[in-house]
């Protein structure tokens, strides 16, 4: 539908600008998006009850003819009221409405409509207030609700939505060719966007919900079959195929069988016919940055140059100190390239990359800035890649001719998800920790205990250990900000004697790493922090973790929290604070409680709270999914992988009849910064 997305929104029946505003902020700036903006529920009109048989306090959905024309009154506080009564042919029914001036006019005496809302009045005179209603006569039984916005009905986006559909052309491009539609049992294009958004049955839903769902899935794995197919090259940059033992005296500790296991494939990777493109899938703690670093011994070793490109700051700084510290006295040159080192200094990192001079360089984003260029850059790591947009990726590994890749994730993803993100991966997973470890102690409280929590947090202090102190902000805007300074302020009170830094977003990268270095070198005992803290800091001396409002994470999220504690010698304790009263949350936190395995918490989250967590907006590395929904469509997304691993095999998709498909392709990626993608 080519020209319906270029078809600017205003120029659908009753959208002027300030309405086509509201349709952009709800991402359907032109007649073609509505289309795609589909319903987020239905209403179920069909199954209406006789008056006398409605249960108090429900929704409930009646037919019944008005019996008189609604009457107007004024009430208290100049509001208007309007009021009439309407009969099933067996009992009768109060309706009452509110400041709606065109009531009179849309109920009109003798006609029949249906009636939902909830059920008031007493057992005797049932009533409702405001219900919503539609004339019998035109009335679907399956009402479309829309995710409206402020000054945006459901009801206006839906009629907007009915205008649009008339407008499609009469030879409606179908981007799934007949071919495949008929392997997979697919609707054609037109009747499922009819049918998404006014379906007549639950069967015609199921059959237009399917549909779009696998077209969605399909263009999403072709996607990024083609970003990594753009990497599937001759390999560049081989190394002999030798365990580095030369890294391993480096280390202070022996490697964990899991860790030589992981270093080994991927030397083998690197070793073979095309360039590395090896995911590491390891809990926190299991030891990730000792088998990057083997890696990038490797590659330094045969005269080629690695980068590691962390999503923080600090972050990034950490993975400086602890590489440098391991590589440097090898002989290998570090250098750590972020936002705010100073531009004389950035200027001469960016000449010694350009020389090979720098061997290792450690950084978050500003590593993909245009100034930097790579002598001879072999090995391209990502830290907690997940966090990284995918045209982000690929930018990265852009400033080399195809090198090697491996991805770090912390976030144990779930089998079903990972299968999505990092189809052709070859995976490794560190599931062993280093020896020593201790599990964490988990409690869950409820404010009132908060005293005790925090005198129990003393007593750790006191013994010279040190705590984290969560805030409960997520978001920091600036009113989030104002809350973690004013719980930093509370703590200060409630720790008088104890040293106390502040930790949150808003902070300048300068200030956020003098604050966490304070922490590292013990000078700070206690860090009061928003979730900034979550990934990767390294303080094996904190060995207490409060958190507050601990209802508002996902478990993944909780078990990065937790993961910063463990890390030391010294039994850890995690206290996650909620007043919550809500089953299903308790059930949550409990199950947190009483798990620590990283993957199992993972498949909780995902099963518990959706796929969100994992690739929210937050966490942008894919594209926004408009009717897909990865813990219950898993099977057609089986069948759609299925499908695009046949199209990329075959080539198929450079044919003409794929024009249509190329053209969402770019659609779904063009709104993430997919540049990767090349079509
Ligand atoms: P993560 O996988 O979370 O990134 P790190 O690489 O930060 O984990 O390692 C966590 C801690 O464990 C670090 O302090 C590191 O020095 C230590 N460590 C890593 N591997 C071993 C090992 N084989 N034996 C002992 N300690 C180890
Ligand atoms: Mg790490």
């Known amino acids: 539908m080519p020209s319906l997305f270029e078809m600017d929104i205003t120029k659908l029946k009753g959208v002027g600008e300030k309405r086509a505003k509201l349709f952009q902020k709800l991402g359907a700036p032109t007649a073609g998006d509505l289309l795609r903006l589909y319903p987020r529920a239905y209403e179920d009109w069909s199954l209406h009850t006789l008056i006398r048989e409605t249960v108090l306090n429900d929704i409930a959905v009646i037919k019944a003819s008005v019996l008189r024309r609604p009457t107007e009154t004024r009430v208290r506080g100049g509001k208007l009221l309007y009021r009439t009564v309407v009969t099933d042919g067996d009992s009768d029914m109060v309706l009452t409405f509110f400041n709606n001036r065109y009531i009179p006019s849309l109920l009109k005496e003798g006609e029949t409509y249906l009636f939902r809302g909830k059920v008031t009045g007493t057992l005797l005179r049932r009533e409702m207030i405001s219900p919503e209603f539609l004339a019998e006569s035109k009335s679907l039984s399956i009402q479309p609700i829309y995710p409206a916005t402020q000054?945006?009905?459901?009801?206006?986006?839906?009629?907007?939505?009915?205008?649009?559909?008339?407008?499609?052309?009469?030879?409606?491009?179908?981007?799934?060719?007949?071919?495949?539609?008929?392997?997979?049992?697919?609707?054609?294009?037109?009747?499922?966007?009819?049918?998404?958004h006014f379906p007549k049955t639950p069967e015609e839903l199921a059959t237009a919900r399917f549909r779009l769902t696998f077209e969605e899935f399909l263009v999403l794995q072709l996607g990024l079959l083609r970003i990594k197919s753009g990497r599937k090259q001759e390999n560049l940059h081989p190394v002999p195929n030798t365990f580095p033992e030369g890294f391993a005296q480096l280390l202070p500790f022996s490697l964990t069988g899991a860790q030589r296991r992981a270093i080994s494939e991927a030397v083998g990777d690197m070793a073979g016919e095309s360039p590395m493109n090896r995911l590491i899938q390891g809990?926190?703690?299991?030891?990730?940055?000792?088998?990057?670093?083997?890696?990038?011994?490797?590659?330094?070793?045969?005269?080629?140059?690695?980068?590691?490109?962390?999503?923080?700051?600090?972050?990034?700084?950490?993975?400086?100190?602890?590489?440098?510290?391991?590589?440097?006295?090898?002989?290998?040159?570090?250098?750590?390239l972020t936002g705010s080192v100073k531009p004389s200094q950035k200027k001469k990192i960016y000449e010694s990359l350009a020389t090979g001079e720098i061997q290792l360089v450690i950084g978050t984003h500003a590593l993909i800035g245009d100034k930097v260029e790579f002598q001879n850059l072999g090995l391209v790591i990502t830290d907690e890649q997940h966090r990284f947009g995918v045209g982000q990726r690929s930018a990265l590994a852009k400033k080399g001719a195809s090198p090697h890749l491996l991805v770090m994730s912390a976030t144990p993803i779930p089998r079903t998800l990972a299968l999505m993100v990092y189809g052709d991966l070859d995976v490794s997973v560190l599931d062993e920790l280093p020896p020593g470890r201790q599990k964490i102690e988990t409690y869950l409280i409820d404010p009132q205990k908060r005293k005790r929590a925090f005198t129990y947090v003393q007593k750790h202090l006191d013994q010279g250990r040190q705590g984290y102190l969560i805030c409960p902000l997520i978001d920091e805007d600036e009113s989030g900000m104002m809350s973690v300074l004013q719980y930093g302020e509370t703590v200060k009170e409630a720790f008088p004697n104890a040293t106390v830094g502040v930790?949150?977003?808003?902070?300048?990268?300068?200030?956020?790493?003098?604050?966490?270095?304070?922490?590292?070198?013990?000078?700070?005992?206690?860090?009061?922090?928003?979730?900034?803290?979550?990934?990767?800091?390294?303080?094996?001396?904190?060995?207490?973790?409060?958190?507050?409002?601990?209802?508002?994470?996902?478990?993944?999220?909780?078990?990065?929290?937790?993961?910063?504690?463990?890390?030391?010698?010294?039994?850890?304790?995690?206290?996650?604070?909620?007043?919550?009263?809500?089953e299903e949350t308790?059930?949550?936190?409990?199950?947190?409680?009483?798990?620590?395995?990283?993957?199992?918490?993972?498949?909780?989250?995902?099963?518990?709270?959706?796929?969100?967590?994992?690739?929210?907006?937050?966490?942008?590395?894919?594209?926004?999914?408009?009717?897909?929904?990865?813990?219950?469509?898993?099977?057609?997304?089986?069948?759609?992988?299925?499908?695009?691993?046949?199209?990329?095999?075959?080539?198929?998709?450079?044919?003409?009849?794929?024009?249509?498909?190329?053209?969402?392709?770019?659609?779904?990626?063009?709104?993430?910064?997919?540049?990767?993608?090349?079509?």
């Open 503 to 582: 930790l949150h977003g808003k902070m300048k990268p300068a200030e956020k790493e003098q604050v966490m270095e304070a922490f590292s070198r013990g000078e700070t005992q206690l860090l009061v922090s928003t979730t900034v803290v979550e990934v990767g800091v390294d303080v094996p001396n904190a060995v207490i973790m409060l958190i507050e409002n601990a209802e508002r994470y996902g478990l993944s999220q909780l078990h990065q929290l937790r993961g910063r504690i463990g890390r030391g010698k010294y039994l850890s304790t995690c206290i996650l604070i909620t007043d919550s009263q809500n």
């Open 151 to 196: 000054g945006l009905s459901s009801r206006q986006i839906a009629s907007a939505v009915q205008n649009a559909l008339t407008l499609l052309p009469e030879q409606l491009h179908d981007p799934l060719p007949d071919k495949l539609r008929e392997q997979y049992h697919l609707c054609t294009l037109r009747y499922a966007l009819e049918t998404i």
């Open 586 to 679: 308790l059930k949550r936190l409990k199950l947190f409680r009483d798990t620590s395995d990283g993957f199992a918490i993972a498949e909780a989250d995902l099963k518990l709270r959706g796929p969100g967590d994992f690739f929210g907006q937050r966490q942008h590395g894919l594209p926004q999914l408009k009717i897909a929904d990865m813990t219950t469509d898993m099977e057609v997304l089986r069948q759609a992988q299925q499908c695009a691993k046949e199209l990329s095999a075959s080539h198929a998709l450079d044919k003409e009849e794929y024009k249509g498909l190329r053209g969402e392709i770019r659609r779904l990626f063009a709104k993430t910064g997919g540049e990767g993608v090349v079509l």
């Open 283 to 336: 809990d926190v703690g299991s030891g990730k940055t000792a088998v990057a670093a083997a890696l990038c011994w490797t590659v330094t070793q045969n005269g080629m140059q690695a980068a590691l490109m962390a999503p923080t700051e600090i972050l990034a700084a950490q993975h400086y100190s602890s590489l440098s510290a391991l590589l440097e006295p090898a002989g290998i040159h570090c250098a750590l």
